[in-house]
């Protein structure tokens, strides 16, 4: 009788030592897991502002073009330069060229940029509502976004005021 005693009160300070680790770890994990979603979002934030700061400049060249294009931007005089904003949109309407212009803002994550009101482009029929992701819809965001950011500049286009926005998020 005396060793099967022995034996329980062993298998029990086995549990309760088991039970305690895993209570330690999910404490851990929890305090730790909204930091982790806290770092993603000022990760977004912080790309999106480079992302904004980058386009509303003169880009690199300062006349560049789709060729010798090396940092994009769409200003010039403090305006949106209708000549850059054509190329930027010539570089990022399809997905391999979208790929690229990712590449040339070293930017790993997706991205839309528009105005309050449509970019009438040179060369293109019908109004353009942005530039960035193809087949984006900014008024129907998909479900499949996580972490979406939006960054609002102002600018001038057209010798208007306008408002730029900036939508930076992760699939």
Same mark, same amino acid.
């Given at each position: *009788? @005396?060793?099967?005693?022995?034996? +329980?009160?062993? $298998?029990?300070?086995?549990?309760?030592?088991?039970?305690?680790?895993?209570?330690?770890?999910?404490?851990?994990? !929890? &305090?730790?897991?909204?930091?982790?979603?806290?770092?993603?979002?000022?990760?977004?934030?912080?790309?999106? @502002?480079?992302?904004?700061?980058?386009?509303?400049?003169?880009?690199?060249?300062?006349? +560049?073009?789709?060729?010798?294009?090396?940092?994009?931007?769409?200003? !010039?005089?403090? @305006?949106?330069?209708?000549? @850059?904003?054509?190329?930027?949109?010539?570089?990022?309407?399809?997905?391999?060229?979208?790929?690229?212009?990712?590449?040339?803002?070293?930017?790993?994550? $997706?991205?839309?940029?528009? &105005?309050?009101? $449509? *970019?009438?482009?040179?060369?293109?029929?019908?109004?353009?509502?942005?530039?960035?992701?193809?087949?984006? $819809?900014?008024?129907?965001?998909?479900?499949?976004?996580?972490?979406?950011?939006?960054?609002?500049?102002?600018?001038?286009?057209?010798?208007?005021? *306008?408002?730029?926005?900036?939508?930076? +998020?992760?699939?």
């Amino acid at each position: *009788m @005396k060793n099967k005693a022995q034996g +329980w009160g062993t $298998d029990l300070v086995v549990a309760v030592t088991i039970f305690t680790l895993g209570l330690v770890a999910f404490y851990i994990y !929890s &305090l730790n897991s909204p930091g982790e979603a806290e770092e993603k979002i000022n990760t977004l934030y912080y790309n999106g @502002k480079i992302l904004a700061n980058t386009v509303l400049s003169e880009g690199y060249p300062i006349s +560049w073009n789709t060729d010798n294009v090396i940092k994009i931007g769409i200003l !010039s005089d403090n @305006k949106i330069n209708e000549t @850059k904003l054509k190329y930027f949109y010539e570089l990022a309407k399809t997905e391999l060229g979208y790929n690229k212009t990712k590449s040339k803002f070293d930017l790993s994550y $997706d991205y839309y940029f528009y &105005l309050n009101q $449509d *970019m009438e482009i040179d060369g293109v029929a019908e109004p353009v509502k942005g530039i960035g992701k193809p087949d984006f $819809d900014k008024e129907n965001i998909p479900n499949n976004i996580k972490n979406l950011i939006k960054i609002t500049r102002y600018t001038i286009y057209q010798n208007k005021p *306008m408002t730029a926005y900036f939508y930076i +998020w992760e699939e």
